[in-house]
């Protein structure tokens, strides 16, 4: 039984404790959609580092320079939450283990550790990034950036050392976005890739124009090589790839993917998926009773593919927390999430690139028999100055359904896939977005937009 | 029995004479998708002006000098359909009348008659600015802009008597688009509205944000007024209001609306609605033999209300330009045009106004019992540089289903309205708009789009 004081002065008497277990995206979410519902819990929210309530999405933009200073990410500070709502927000608090037979948990704070108990238990833990246990990796000025403390230091180490020049590991949209960052702030940059793709789909004629929008920001690029060590003293020198090349930087970033932070669940013996991450339902449950969880520790539903996925994106973590957050307060009916179709956009300097829906080894590998159709159009009226190249890839089954759409250009491509991916949502075919009504005026499309155009070279 | 020269010589007998009046976006759609699926059809074009295959939509864009010719909106030479594709495309030659019992029509061409004979007709007499009947409408720098020919007459006036002042009867997008562009050649620019919209559907906050940008570019507009004279001796030199005012003006362009070419078709004795347009089914026939009808004469199903309206709109045009031209080249089974959702976008200097499907007062005419939301938000993250604020306003039946959507801001508005667009077709709730996965980057959005924020405000 808790003692809780309201914003209004109230004393209210209450016998539910909902803790949740992350305070960025998708724990917030759940912790003040509780709170929206629920006025009585004690609502308690667990922050293993220093920072909360800030966007992660922004930290290249911050490192560019373009946005001047870390603290511009942050939304709410932890008072927002502690006085305005009373949250119970805690800081540096590392949940260690669960107990789901006594509903509890144990936690490490200050160098402290306790034990709390709760009714409901969100685990909002999100992902980390992927360190390669690579030769060197320990040295200084290699970073793998995922939240505000490793930009805190990449910060503070640009500012000491200077480097001149840079290494990413990685074309994922991360990868892409620091590229651009470094670029902006005059170091030599290069990107080196395993694969043949950026963004983990996009290869062909898509990739060549990332790739091209790169290079005329003078970001080299290579694909099909493989970093196998760092080299420095104390700090980096070189990174030396398998052919045996070395690539001479005084700042590296990784890149190379995420995974979820699912061990507290696992040994809590919560079912994983074979991604790794959390099992839930539709309303966010685990397979532990009372136990719920949301955003990029969780697998989610693919609408597409109609499997389980893991897809850690911002977007979806948000929903996932209000939805969670209302599951957790007792909604009834439970609040269902629908899923995702995998939307996803990223600038490269003035390029705009973004996908929805499968890749065409994703649609393959989903047991889809996918066919690709290509099409290139302007975003306005011929006529009409500042027109720019679209050039769309649509991937369908064989009964001509969406699978999923890839666009890059210079203007216009985060909004026009929306519409794929409404299409998506729905699960329509090319002939049926290609009947669509859009928008047109000479400034902001031709008379039949890209989003059409594409439909129609399947010959459908 | 007609010969006809291929482009690669042959030379093929042809019992099918496909006679197209008209030849702007429908007609000249129709007669190509003809000749793409019939290369042995004869094929006639008339067209009643000196001009072809030109963008309408750009004639704005000209005038305010953006755009440095009239002769860049030209899509296609005459040459090109004529050599190119065996239309025998003839200009300044107006069909006159229809004699649909013995197939074929009464022409006029250089001051001489004669009568052809048609197996299939396409009618794409488009539609006709309104002009009304006002005294001194017919004073020297009065004009009514609709096609080339009056853009060419207003653009000499104002090279010869350098018009200081204008006025822009009417606030549709035309309209708006004239305001714009006088303002950009320097003249001081009025616009007189009589009823208390834009684009005849704005009002309210939507509208006030229009008002404000055309304010911030020394654009006048009143509302409620209503223009019943024009005065001047030989040239026009002031309008005169309802109301007493005069306003001093060297150019007026009225844009009050604009009505059906379909004289021609009545005479002929085929079914109007009640629009006053031709009435079609869904394979563009009219209700007379062999007879087709495609673009701003003839009447369209709107998907929202599942009644047939009169919308005149470019892409549509030539839309049912193409299923015509499949359909009158004998298409089976036939084509069937989806109809629209009433889909349109306006640049306004640095705003974009956009619309889909109903407005409020449209929804209740048609028989809905329609609600009304609106919500503000951002087009960006809120630490990204350059957001900028869109206010949308939703229209939703009792079950929470969308009718309509209007977007006013500065990005991003007229992709964004697609998305709804998209919605309309497939007839989705709020609720259901809400669930989708769109893109997230902070360049191009905050993590919940303004489309999915607009569609939680309705509390469903």
């Given amino acids: 039984m808790f003692l809780i004081q309201t914003e209004h002065g109230r004393i209210i008497l209450s016998n539910e404790h909902l803790v949740v277990v992350g305070g960025v995206a998708a724990g917030l979410a759940a912790a003040m959609e509780a709170r929206r519902r629920a006025p009585a819990f004690d609502i308690t929210v667990l922050e293993k580092t220093g920072d909360v309530s800030y966007g992660a999405c922004g930290l290249p933009y911050v490192i560019s320079g373009l946005i001047p200073a870390l603290e511009r990410l942050i939304v709410h500070t932890p008072e927002y939450f502690r006085e305005r709502h009373q949250i119970n927000l805690q800081l540096n608090a590392e949940a260690l283990e669960i107990f789901p037979a006594k509903s509890s948990l144990r936690v490490r704070q200050d160098g402290a550790e306790r034990e709390i108990g709760y009714t409901n238990l969100v685990l909002a833990t999100g992902a980390a990034a992927i360190c390669p246990p690579l030769p060197g990796h320990d040295l200084a000025g290699v970073f793998v950036l995922r939240h505000m403390r490793q930009a805190r230091q990449l910060l503070a180490y640009m500012h000491e050392r200077r480097p001149e020049a840079a290494v990413i590991v990685g074309a994922g949209y ?6 651009e960052a470094f670029a902006h702030r005059g170091l030599r940059t290069t990107i080196i890739e395993a694969s043949d793709k950026v963004m983990s789909a996009l290869d062909g004629r898509l990739r060549d124009r990332v790739v091209e929008e790169l290079r005329a920001h003078n970001v080299e690029i290579n694909f099909g090589e493989r970093v196998v060590a760092f080299e420095g003293h104390g ?7 398998e052919q045996g090349r070395a690539v001479e930087a005084q700042i590296i970033s990784i890149g190379v993917g995420v995974t979820a932070n699912a061990a507290l669940a696992a040994n809590a013996g919560l079912e994983l998926g074979a991604s790794g991450a959390i099992v839930v339902d539709a309303a966010q ?12 520790c969780c697998e989610v539903l693919h609408r597409v593919s109609g499997r389980r996925v893991w897809l850690p994106l911002g977007q979806p973590a948000v929903r996932q927390g209000w939805i969670t957050g209302a599951n957790a307060a007792g909604a009834q009916p439970a609040l269902r999430y629908a899923g995702v179709v ?10 705009e690139v973004a996908r929805t829906g499968l890749s065409h080894s994703e649609a393959q590998d989903a047991g889809f028999e996918a066919a690709v159709v290509e099409d290139e159009d302007y975003t306005r009226a011929g006529y009409y100055p500042g027109s720019a190249k679209i050039l769309t890839r649509l991937i369908h ?9 890839q666009m890059v250009g210079r203007e216009g491509v985060a909004q026009r896939i929306d ?7 729905v699960g329509l075919t090319l002939e049926e977005i290609n009947r669509f009504d859009l928008a047109y005026a000479p400034p902001f499309a031709p008379t039949i937009d890209p989003i059409l155009r594409a439909t129609k070279s399947s010959g459908q």
Avoid: M
């Fill in 285 to 296: 449950r685990t397979s532990a009773a009372n136990i719920f969880a949301a955003g990029d």
């Fill in 397 to 405: 089954d064989q009964r001509g359904r969406l699978l999923g759409a």
């Fill in 235 to 241: 700090q980096i020198e070189r990174v030396v790839t």
């Fill in 419 to 425: 519409v794929y991916a409404a299409a998506l949502h």
């Fill in 174 to 179: 991360i990868g892409l976005e620091l590229a």
């Fill in 342 to 351: 995998g939307t996803n956009a990223v600038k490269v300097f003035d390029l």
